[in-house]
């Protein structure tokens, strides 16, 4: 099954890729396709192509930023929190190019899908549910890094010269779009890296948190907690982590929710972002690794050596800036293949716990004992524990109020999801940036940076967005 869905891809992508920047493209948009079930799969998976081919700057970008890493190459500058370089706002343009590539992809089979004449009602309804799921994802990363964008739908995406909608607007169609896909997509996912229900339902949670709309954040969460799909995967040694949840042999486990799935022919090229010649957690190496940190970075300093978490991620390697510098070892791949099958995770259920400590305690203006107990949950399992069963470890709800367990949650969410693209979003929305980098890197924060700019690949050819007086602040 992990094969299976990128070898659709790559029919897919390279048959039509002459005609990429084609806004209709005809080998997709021809009136004889769509009709079947296999024909309407074959394009769904083309919408996934742009996120898994053209998408490498959003974790790089999205990884050099926070506090707890330091940017390496072209992603220095970011370091030094004065604003973004020339290079870092190109690859932001490639960011934006590949999210919009997958919403046309998407608006394509929305469009397409009613007029099937092969497939059953309830077939058109989950294809439609996988589609608005994958567009209210790209739609996601678009609102919380450029704020109020164009919004294409299979309404408009004829349509170049289109204004910026509100963050408000961007918002109701995603929380449009996952509600019709909670409702009609399947239980389990059709394949590997597609989404299901409850795949929906933990994208709508994060929405939900996005918007400080706490009891539905909760409540969307807690669908997914009682759905029993998932728990976490225990572990007892540091290289369990990778053996069992992160690593180049893993097709799945009992966590994941949406990951982008990868295998040694379509390789995750982000693995070369992470390791040095001679290291040994890269079979060929390569020398233009892009990520360190320090071990008196406040961040890791303050991280507990017993956890098997920082045991798991971290390690010392002298790349010219000392020896207390660190490199990252989540995603490795030794004895593999050069093209790394390491999987990107989207969501997996330690983040679902943790957003409903967070929503929950937000709810109720302090923590209640099944926040603490979620949030538990995630930190035994970090220890090597039972995640089901109290440990020596635990946090007591006494403790804390309402600002330490919000300080609580964001310290776990960061260990656990450590370069898994989330840190940064984390410390912007809950207003902890400024604060966060100062006290780890000794830096103040250029305020422009909470958005990345408009690009030039949008503002040559759409007349609706003046490049100067639609622009984010500060560019």
Wanted: net charge negative; aromatic share 14%.
């Amino acid at each position: 099954m992990k094969y299976s869905l990128y070898t659709i891809i790559l029919i897919i992508f390279f048959a039509s890729c002459n005609d990429i920047l084609d806004e209709k493209p005809k080998a997709i948009a021809s009136e004889t396709f769509y009709n079947t079930s296999a024909e309407i799969t074959a394009a769904e998976d083309g919408m996934y192509v742009p996120l898994h081919t053209q998408f490498t700057s959003y974790f790089t970008l999205l990884e050099a930023l926070p506090d707890n890493v330091y940017g390496k190459g072209s992603l220095a500058s970011i370091s030094e929190y004065k604003g973004f370089s020339t290079a870092n706002i190109t690859n932001m343009g490639g960011v934006w190019t590949a999210l919009y590539l997958s919403i046309r992809n998407a608006n394509i089979v929305i469009q397409k899908i009613p007029a099937a004449s092969r497939v059953s009602e309830e077939e058109k309804a989950k294809f439609l549910a996988e589609a608005k799921f994958l567009r209210a994802f790209d739609y996601f990363a678009l609102v919380r890094l450029w704020a109020g964008v164009p919004i294409r739908t299979e309404e408009t995406m004829d349509e170049i010269n289109l204004p910026r909608s509100t963050v408000q607007e961007v918002y109701d169609l995603i929380l449009s779009d996952l509600k019709y896909a909670e409702e009609y997509l399947p239980d389990s996912p059709r394949l590997l890296g597609t989404p299901s229900k409850w795949a929906a339902k933990t994208l709508l949670a994060d929405v939900y948190l996005n918007l400080k709309d706490w009891g539905n954040a909760r409540d969307k969460a807690k669908e997914v907690i009682g759905s029993k799909k998932y728990s976490l995967v225990k572990v007892k040694t540091p290289d369990d982590f990778e053996n069992k949840i992160y690593g180049a042999s893993v097709l799945t486990s009992s966590e994941e929710i949406f990951y982008f799935k990868y295998n040694t022919q379509e390789g995750w090229s982000l693995m070369s972002f992470f390791h040095k010649d001679g290291d040994g957690y890269n079979p060929y190496g390569n020398n233009w690794f892009s990520f360190y940190t320090y071990t008196d970075n406040y961040f890791y300093k303050n991280w507990d050596d017993k956890d098997l978490r920082k045991q798991h991620n971290l390690y010392k390697w002298n790349i010219g800036l000392g020896d207390n510098t660190l490199l990252f070892k989540k995603y490795i791949n030794p004895t593999g293949p050069s093209n790394a099958a390491n999987d990107w995770p989207m969501y997996r259920y330690p983040e679902v716990l943790l957003i409903y400590a967070e929503a929950a305690s937000r709810a109720n203006n302090g923590p209640t004992s099944e926040a603490m107990e979620y949030l538990n949950q995630v930190h035994r399992r970090g220890y090597g524990y039972d995640p089901d069963a109290s440990s020596p470890i635990d946090y007591k709800m006494e403790n804390y109020n309402a600002d330490s367990f919000l300080d609580l949650v964001l310290q776990e969410r960061g260990y656990e999801m450590i370069l898994e693209c989330k840190r940064w979003l984390d410390l912007v929305r809950t207003d902890k940036v400024t604060e966060c980098i100062k006290l780890s890197k000794g830096k103040d924060l250029n305020k422009s940076m909470l958005l990345w700019p408009i690009p030039v690949v949008e503002t040559n050819y759409n007349k609706a967005i003046d490049p100067v007086k639609d622009q984010n602040p500060g560019y």
